[in-house]
Each structure stands twice: as C-alpha cells, then as structure tokens.
C-alpha cells in the first residue's frame, strides 16, 4: 500500500507560486504567526456559516475565532472589527449574496483518494465555503479587492479543485458550474461587499486537472520523495516571485540568510507550542474517518477519468494524445414561480428571499434577516410580531398576525426542510 500524502487546495496553491514555501510550511511544519486579517476572516466565516444553518447570528463569544484542529482560542476581535463584521454581513445578506436555501451545503468537508504519483497516495483534503447545484462559493475578506477579478477566479486552484471534487461528489448539476468570490471589503469608513462570478465548463475542468493540476501535483511529489529536510533548504529550488505574495512569504528571513531555521523557530518558542499541538491535531485526523470519504460517482467524473488516464500515460512513459472525458448530460434544476404573497415586512425588491415561497420569507421557512433590516430602517412591521408556520410534510407555510389571522400562505414550501 502507498505512502500517503495529505495535501489540501491552499496548500496546491501555495506549490505552485513555491516548492520550497510549501515545503517549509506544510511538510516541516514551520510556525507562521497567526495574523489579524486570519482572525477577522475565521469569525466572518463562522458567522456566514451560522446564517446559512439558520441560527443565531451573534451567539456569546461569536467574536472569538477558534482552531478547527485543536479547539483552541486563536484569536478575538475587538469592538472596532465586531462592528464591521456586522456591517459587513448584514450587507451581504440585503444584497443577496448570503441567502438561506435547503440546497445550499456551507463548510462541506471533503477527503478524496485521488492517485498515486511518484509512489504517493494523493489525499485530497479541504473544506468548501458554499456548494449549491450550480456552484462554489469562496468567502474572502479583503482590503484589496483588485486581485480577486475574473481572470484570477479563472486560474485560482482552490475553486478550480473545489469544482472537480464536488463534481466527482456528485454534488453538482449541469454541464458547466459558477465559481464565485463573496468578497467582503473591510474598509471601515467603507464597508461593503461585491460578488465576483465566473462560469466553466466541465470541458475547461478537465483541461485544468490534465495539462494544470496534474503535472504540479507531479512536481510537488517528487520533491517529497526526495527526502528534503530542514537542513536542506537551501536545496529547494525557490521561486522569488512568491517572496512578496501576500504581505510577504513568512520564511523570507531564512532564505535570505539573516537566521537559521533554528532561530527562526526560536522566535515562536515563548508563544507556546501551539504550532506544534495544531500539527498533532492534524495528524490524529489524517490518521482517522472523521472526514468520511464520499464514494458517489455521479456528476462530472472528471477527476477519476483524468487521473487514471494521467497515472497511467506517466507510468507507461508513452506518448499518447488522452481522450476528453465522456460528456455527462445532468438535470436542470427546476424554475421558481415568480407568482407569490408578501409577508408585511417585506422588502418587494430584497434579493435574500426573492425565491422564497413568500416574499419576506427564506426557502427554510424563517423570517429573512435583509427584510428584517429593511422593516425595522422603514418601519415596516416587525416579524416577531408574527407567527410563521410550516408543515414541511404537505410543503404549506402561513404567516398569522398577532389576531391569528392569516396574511399571507404558500404551498411552495420545500418538503423536508425543517422549520
């Protein structure tokens, strides 16, 4: 049985701008200090992740980030950050890029076996922002939005990966899917949020995991069955492209020569070992089933069609021209009747709950949070004064006022969803 090799989509990112960045951080494990923008990005997401869930949005401690390998406090906002957080959730869900809908998978783990090169098992392990039937989300919180245009989303690894894994997962519908950045621009005298969308084909996924993927994924094995150790850094070829990504690589002051890799981690020691209970944490998980492996093979098969053609071209060593996939044809999700009630508070051109069975009201059956902002700026009524029933079994909903009477019903309830 191969040796395996866990390797997540940042950390594909991170090879492709540096073999050596990737190696000193992922495989030697290296401690990066944990910077403010990590800390403001972790809880935006938590947030994001609560809303989609249908619970409270601002729990105690919301503020708090945590450590998803160890549970650990890494960080926490202060008053100035709480409030722009808000703002800037609060913006995304007037606009429409947060909406509450039984179709949409927030924070979907994934672990897949996906080939062996260079003698390794390929696991690929990650978590995915938003998955719907027709695409990926990827919140980013940023203060320079200018490099999260189309072009970049076009050629970004993470999303590219994200797409054929959940194709493979069977996780999506179509010939084609909608990747798309949720920026959150934190600016605070300007907080505001932008959607960035680009469409692609399973014929342009299938080019990017043969002629892209693939041979980077070659790359990044043959350097770790190299052996590299610490020791031997400077033996790492090094890409000085990637010194400023970013803010700047972390590991710039030994590749420079102004410390040691020893110094260099002496410097973290007095911060504790969080660094290393981190590591420990995530080997326990490579070493386990707690992201379970999904077997389905429906969708997109991209992923094992090109991959079985890959390994085996490389390892026959012949030059052969490889064939594109079979195309799939898969079903077209249903359109939504336009035709619906309105619950008082609601906002007739809020984007949140545009295909909610009543307008005001999410696809879960819960009052929608952007008409909720919209009521109480307005003073429209305020839905805690109404009553909001759902039998997810025959797919009825009714709004009843404070009297019982009903003021606004549907049939269009999606069966199954829990109210």
Known sequence: MAKQTWLS????NEADSCIRKWLMGRKWKLPREQKHSQTLGLVLHAVCDRFYRGEELYPPNWEVAYSKY????EGRLGKADQALVSALVNAAIAEGILIQDPGIESE???KLHLAVVNGLQIVLTGCVDVVTPESIDDHKVTGAPRYYNEKALRNAHPMLIY???MAHEGKLEGESV?????????DPDNPKVKRVSVEVTQEELSAYVKNTLMPLLDRMTAAEVK???KEDWASVPCDERACDDYGGCPFRSICSGKESVDEYCRRFADSGDREGERNKALARLQGSSEVTENKKETGMNILKTVTQQYTQSTQSKETTTTPAPEAVVLQTAPAVATDRDMAPWANPECKACATGPIGGITKLGKACPGCKLYAKKTGLPDPADY???ADTDSGTLLVLNGDGEEVASSNALSVGVAA
């Open 108 to 110: 979907k783990e994934f």
């Open 178 to 186: 909608w990747l798309r950045y949720n920026l959150f621009i934190k």
């Open 387 to 389: 009553e909001i029933i």
């Open 163 to 165: 797409a054929a894994v």
């Open 9 to 12: 989509p940042s950390a594909i």
């Open 70 to 73: 160890t549970g650990d406090e």
């Open 227 to 229: 052996g590299y150790g």
